[in-house]
């Protein structure tokens, strides 16, 4: 019964892989996973088949504790569908957030900044901007709005394609060193793995250096060599609202804000979150977008709009997929030192008797990230760990799976928007851009373990 979870956990994950050979959205596949894990789970453990993993890390058997285990189980559900629907509420009110700055064309001034026509110049204004503004509203965020922007400065599509890529790279790398960057540092973040301070702190160098040296090296390739040919002359002021400024102040600082709400309440980030969701929400309601501003054009900049235009289906993923593996998580598999153990926990202790140095393991787990979705390897090392939080091993995780992704452009949330919205052949970025992103990751993982392990000695 064991085998047939894990086997229906592998061919959801296989049809999460292949979303695009097989045409089929990977929140399909994600939600049956889960729903067909647990209810196997369920089956076998009512029926004594195998035991289950509680709260307390304690194994739980129907045959001999009978109703008390039946509680136990349905304890076990609940408390993994708390832990994802703090990360799903947290998504939710970040998505809205920067939609409704979006709604009031917010994100239209830094179109205003740019004025340079060099290419390389550029190059380096656009990384820049990708890798701070993905630490802020998140690195997939953060590449629709600057590939956007592209869309306007720069006319020709082959010299937009080598930006977009990098654009890949830098916001990957902004997200890594962030607790709202990427949605696996917030998870890790949410779990009590990481501290916000932690996370920037350990992370923020080797991020800078994955960042940084690719677009060194590409700044002397020849797509970036000499000027580009973009409208400069435009009246970037008729493109913004009266409210773009305040919304895109206001949208920002209170997404940081969350941050130093939990450190100040020890509350949950959802609960900081669902506090800045309604700041903003609030002003959006009486802020006038323009100077004849009328009741019947109020729904166009409303945050039920932007509420419309969040991603849906992405959020539906999350759900399912963190669910798949909260039931591998929860099923025993086997026992550790005489203590019975679930799945996760331990496949953990056999990558480390056949791979004793964690942190290859965790290189190696960045890199897969290029080719397996980066959020349930990472759900899969939280529940595969039980290292305290700040520890080297959770930052590492974040470092690696963060930005690991950006080496396949199929290999992270940013890289697919790109995909999506340029049409960027997966050989062209193999070919083209693959190799900077290699040693943007090596760069970054050397000077972490650098600091780490050499120059501090962290545990």
Not at 35 to 64: Q, R, S, Y
Not at 113 to 131: E, H, M, N, Y
Request: aromatic share 10%.
């Amino acid at each position: 019964m064991e085998l047939i979870i894990i086997v229906i956990f592998a061919l959801g994950y296989l049809a999460i892989t292949l979303e695009h050979p097989l045409k089929l959205d990977k929140t399909v596949p994600a939600l049956i996973m889960a729903a067909l894990i647990w209810a196997l789970l369920a089956v076998g453990f009512h029926n004594g088949w195998f035991d289950v993993i509680d709260t307390k890390e304690e194994a739980l058997n129907f045959l001999t504790e009978g109703k008390l285990a039946d509680e136990g189980f349905n304890n076990v559900l609940l408390h993994h569908l708390g832990k994802t629907a703090e990360i799903l509420i947290f998504l939710i009110g970040a998505m809205t957030i920067v939609e409704i700055v979006d709604l009031h064309r917010g994100f239209n001034i830094l179109k205003g900044v740019i004025k340079t026509r060099s290419k390389r110049k550029l190059l380096w204004i656009i990384g820049a901007l990708a890798f701070f503004l993905s630490a802020v509203i998140d690195n997939l965020t953060a590449t629709i709005v600057l590939i956007t922007l592209l869309r306007k400065l720069i006319h020709k599509k082959e010299d937009r394609l080598w930006y977009a890529a990098l654009v890949v790279i830098a916001a990957n790398a902004g997200g890594a060193w962030s607790p709202i960057g990427d949605v696996t540092t917030t998870m890790l973040w949410i779990d009590d793995k990481v501290t916000a301070a932690g996370l920037i702190e350990f992370v923020v160098l080797p991020s800078i250096a994955c960042f940084v040296i690719p677009f060194f090296i590409a700044s002397y390739l020849k797509p970036f060599q000499g000027r580009i040919e973009m409208d400069t002359t435009e009246n970037h002021t008729a493109e913004r609202l009266l409210s773009s400024k305040t919304m895109l102040i206001l949208g920002l600082a209170m997404i940081v804000s969350v941050p130093v709400f939990k450190t100040i309440t020890h509350l949950p980030p959802y609960v900081g979150m669902m506090l800045a969701l309604g700041v903003v929400w609030l002003v959006s309601e009486y802020i006038h977008p323009e100077e004849d501003f009328s009741k019947e054009r109020r729904h166009l900049y409303s945050a039920h709009k932007a509420l419309s235009r969040i991603e849906i289906s992405s959020i539906l993923f999350f759900l399912g997929i963190l669910m798949a593996v909260a039931g591998l998580e929860a099923l025993v598999y086997g026992s550790v030192n005489g203590e019975e153990v679930g799945t996760l926990r331990y496949a953990a202790e056999y990558l480390d008797m056949a791979i004793p140095n964690q942190d290859i393991v965790v290189m190696l787990l960045g890199i897969f990230s290029a080719v397996i979705d980066n959020v349930p390897l990472v759900a899969a090392s939280m529940g595969m760990y039980e290292s305290p939080t700040d520890s080297v091993l959770w930052h590492f995780i974040a470092y690696s799976a963060g930005t690991g992704g950006s080496m396949l452009i199929i290999g992270s949330a940013a890289g697919v928007a790109a995909m999506g919205m340029e049409r960027i052949d997966f050989i062209w970025y193999l070919k083209k851009i693959t190799w900077l992103a290699f040693i943007g990751f090596l760069a970054g993982a050397g000077i972490f373990l650098l600091f780490e392990r050499v120059i501090f000695h962290h545990t």
